[in-house]
C-alpha cells in the first residue's frame, strides 16, 4: 500500500518541528524541503542558538539539503515552512531553484508574537536615495571593478549558476 504525503502533511511537520525548537533555545521557525526525488531535509531557525542572524529556517533546511545531495540547484523541491519566509528566505529559496513555497502562519501572526519583518519589505519598496541604510555603488576609478568577473569569464572549471 503507497502512502502519500500531503503537503498538509508537510506543513504539519514544519509545524511541530518549530514548536520543538522552541524548547531547545531556538525560534519559533521550521522548515522542511522535499526534493524532487522525495528526499525530505529539516531546519530549524538557530539564530539566537548560534548568533548567526542568517541561521533562519528556511536557510537552515535549504542548506542541509544542499549539503546532503551535493548540488546548490534544488531544482523541483517544495518548502513547508511553518510561517511566511522573509525576504531574505525568499531569496534564498530563488537561488536553490525551489520550485514552491508553502506556509502556515504569516507574516502578520509573526509580527504579532514579536518577529515583525515589515521593515524588510519595506526596505525593497523605499527608493533607494530614502532607504533606513545605504546601498550604493562606489567606482575604482578604473576597470578593477571588473576584475572578478574577468577571472570568473577566463576559468575553464567554473560551474555556472
Known amino acids: 500500500m503507497e502512502t502519500t504525503i500531503t503537503h498538509q502533511q508537510f506543513l504539519a511537520q514544519a509545524t511541530e518541528l ?10 519559533p521557525f521550521g522548515a522542511v524541503i522535499v526534493t524532487a526525488d522525495d528526499q525530505v531535509f529539516e531546519g530549524l531557525n538557530r539564530v539566537t542558538a548560534n548568533n548567526d542572524p542568517t541561521a533562519h529556517a528556511e536557510v537552515t533546511a535549504i542548506r542541509a539539503a544542499c549539503s546532503a545531495t551535493g548540488t546548490f540547484d534544488l531544482t523541483g523541491a517544495t518548502l513547508y515552512s511553518s510561517c511566511e519566509p522573509c525576504p531574505m528566505c525568499l531569496a534564498s529559496s ?3 531553484r525551489v520550485a514552491g513555497v508553502y506556509f502556515a502562519a504569516d507574516r502578520q501572526d509573526a509580527a504579532a508574537a514579536g518577529f515583525d519583518d515589515a521593515e524588510f519589505y519595506d526596505f525593497f519598496d523605499t527608493p533607494v536615495a530614502e532607504r533606513s541604510m545605504p546601498v550604493a555603488r562606489l567606482t575604482l576609478g578604473d576597470a578593477g571593478h571588473l576584475a572578478p568577473f574577468t577571472a570568473w ?3 575553464d572549471s567554473r560551474i555556472e549558476y
Open 18 to 27: 518549530a514548536t520543538r525548537n522552541v524548547l531547545n533555545g531556538g525560534g
Open 153 to 155: 569569464a577566463a576559468l
Open 94 to 96: 530563488l537561488w536553490a
